[in-house]
């Protein structure tokens, strides 16, 4: 995975609980990604930022789910009063521009909510 | 939105075998990839292609960018246990803020019997 740490790699939460995951970028990398997997489907686009900057969050939903990439430390995808619909592995891809092919996965966090 | 439809969803092969998948879509893609997801892991880039017709190999991998570029293929020769996990195209589309933005199919699992 070229770098890309995600933390927690497990995160369990009940109803109504925050829930914070962390992606640091491969250093050097300003560009970073999240997505979502759900059980047994593909990787779905939430958002698209740049240090300081959301460039695209066209995938995120429009409650409870917000992102930042702070100028320092890492990327922070932050989801409050958690339902159980939220259950899902959330990935981050960081690259240093906007090819696909420097795009690189972290291993994941998955978050249960019971 | 962009949606991409893989196919098959999954497959139960002898080790040796040839196994091939592929994606479509409903729109044009600028660039096509295929990654593996091993259990627990993020994707890891197999193949990128960027223009349309061309046919790419790595190892026993070779993928090919369809004419339309509305479809790719992936194929994988001589199969081998390491093999088995989840395969993935997404493709990429250029401009506006889509640029970066990955659109990923449902999966392929591959399962290899020794």
């Known amino acids: 995975n070229a770098g890309v740490m995600q933390n927690p790699r497990h995160l369990v939460r009940r109803r109504g609980q925050e829930a914070r995951l962390r992606c640091s970028p491969v250093k050097g990398h300003s560009h970073v990604y999240w997505y979502r997997q759900l059980p047994e489907e593909g990787l779905k686009f939430m958002v698209y930022?740049?240090?300081?900057?959301?460039?695209?969050e066209s995938g995120m939903p429009k409650e409870r789910f917000s992102a930042e990439f702070p100028k320092e430390g890492p990327s922070i995808l932050r989801i409050q009063q958690v339902v159980r619909g939220d259950s899902a592995a959330y990935f981050c891809?960081?690259?240093?521009?906007?090819?696909?092919?420097?795009?690189?996965f972290g291993p994941g966090t998955r978050l249960l909510v019971l | 939105g962009q949606q991409l439809n893989q196919s098959p969803q999954s497959m139960f092969i002898q080790e040796g075998e040839d196994v091939s998948m592929n994606c479509t879509s409903s729109?044009?893609?600028?660039?096509w990839l295929w990654y593996k997801q091993d259990p627990g892991e993020g994707p890891v880039l197999l193949i990128a292609?960027?223009?349309?017709?061309e046919l790419t190999s790595n190892g026993r991998l070779t993928a090919q960018f369809g004419t339309t570029r509305k479809d790719s293929f992936l194929n994988i020769s001589a199969s081998i246990p390491s093999d088995v996990g989840i395969y993935f195209c997404?493709?990429?589309?250029?401009?506006?803020?889509?640029?970066?933005?990955?659109?990923f199919g449902q999966g392929t699992i591959l399962t290899v019997h020794p």
């Open positions: 729109s044009i893609f600028n660039t």
């Open positions: 930022l740049q240090k300081e900057n959301i460039i695209d």
């Open positions: 891809a960081s690259s240093p521009g906007t090819s696909a092919e420097t795009q690189y």
């Open positions: 292609l960027y223009k349309a017709g």
């Open positions: 997404a493709g990429q589309s250029t401009g506006g803020t889509s640029y970066g933005k990955l659109t």
